[in-house]
């Protein structure tokens, strides 16, 4: 039986998943040392994963790598502002060096999370929206992702929802990963209150109804609704899954659905809007689709 490696490569930690040989599904993860040095950050990686696969023996017929920036067709780094020392980077090439003998294909997070909510869910059209540090997301019509390869990614949290809203890391204004990212709800969440705001306490003030709490996680919910609403009416998704760590925030998923809903016009309702099946797993589950099909 061949081996299939999965990379899901994140802002803060990089998760890995083995499968096949006739043996159990194996996983690991750690966090990325400070700073993002590339140099540095790839050195942590080869480390963590020579370490991963030594107690594995067997080839590794084959690796795919999910990962949050935009990538050239060699798998170049060509943007990541939550790295942007990674810019330039032949992220494929160091890793098949750290894989001799593996084929090593990268893809953009989104679209392999979206294709795996799909395969899960027996979508055939779908929608996704991976809500975390930033906002990833990922289309499937008629059973495959698009854009078709070659022709990038599907760029969800670069939406312009709000023309005069705050700036994105992208350098644009508006778009709805400025608005509803894990950061974006913080910032929002310590301007109402007048004090910093940590993720366990933002989620225990929704918990206990505290204005400020509950006004920054509302925010987020209407400008990823606009997302949708507006996505919707031109991709027609059968449903719109809603993942990644901020997704657990109490009544983000149903605040989302529910303002999708208010903003239905006749004869067009919006989608049904529910949580990704795999939870913070969609990329890694989507990697190991990725490097099955190679």
């Known amino acids: 039986m061949s081996t299939y ?24 993860s750690f966090r990325w040392p400070p700073a993002g040095d590339p140099d540095r950050d790839l050195s942590a990686l080869g480390d963590h994963l020579r370490g991963f696969l030594a107690a594995r023996p067997g080839p590794v017929l084959a690796a795919g790598v999910a990962v949050p920036a ?22 494929g090439g160091r890793l ?10 990268c893809q953009d997070d989104g679209d392999l999370a979206a294709l795996a909510e799909a395969a899960e869910g027996g979508y055939r059209d779908l929608l996704y929206l991976g809500v975390g ?3 990833g997301g990922g289309v499937v019509l008629d059973g495959r992702p698009q854009p078709r390869p070659g022709r990038g990614s599907a760029e969800v949290g670069h939406v312009v929802v709000d023309r005069s809203g705050p700036r994105c890391d992208c350098g644009r204004r508006g778009c709805v990963q400025a608005l ?5 709800m913080l910032r929002a969440a310590s301007e109402l209150r007048g004090a910093p705001v940590d993720s366990g306490e933002l989620s225990r003030g929704i918990e206990r109804g505290e204005p400020w709490a509950v006004e920054a996680r509302d925010r987020a919910c209407a400008a990823l609704a606009t997302a949708v609403v507006s996505l919707a009416e031109v991709l027609r ?10 997704a657990a925030l109490p009544g983000l998923v149903t605040g989302v659905a529910a303002m999708a809903a208010g ?6 309702p919006a989608p049904p809007v529910g949580p990704a099946a795999l939870g913070a797993l ?13």
């Open 70 to 91: 935009t990538l050239g067709p060699a798998g170049q780094v060509v943007a990541w502002p939550n790295r942007p020392s990674w810019t330039g980077l032949e992220l």
């Open 263 to 268: 903003m239905s016009r006749p004869g067009h």
């Open 5 to 28: 490696l999965g990379i899901d490569v994140g802002g803060t930690k990089v998760a890995m998943r083995l499968e096949g040989a006739g043996s159990a599904p194996a996983e690991s």
């Open 133 to 135: 540090t930033g906002i």
């Open 96 to 105: 098949g060096e750290m894989l001799p003998g593996t084929t090593v294909v």
């Open 282 to 294: 969609s990329s890694l589950r989507g990697a190991l689709l990725l490097a099955a099909g190679v």
């Open 237 to 246: 998704p059968e449903a719109v899954l809603i993942g990644g760590g901020a």
């Open 180 to 184: 509803a990212s894990g950061p974006a």
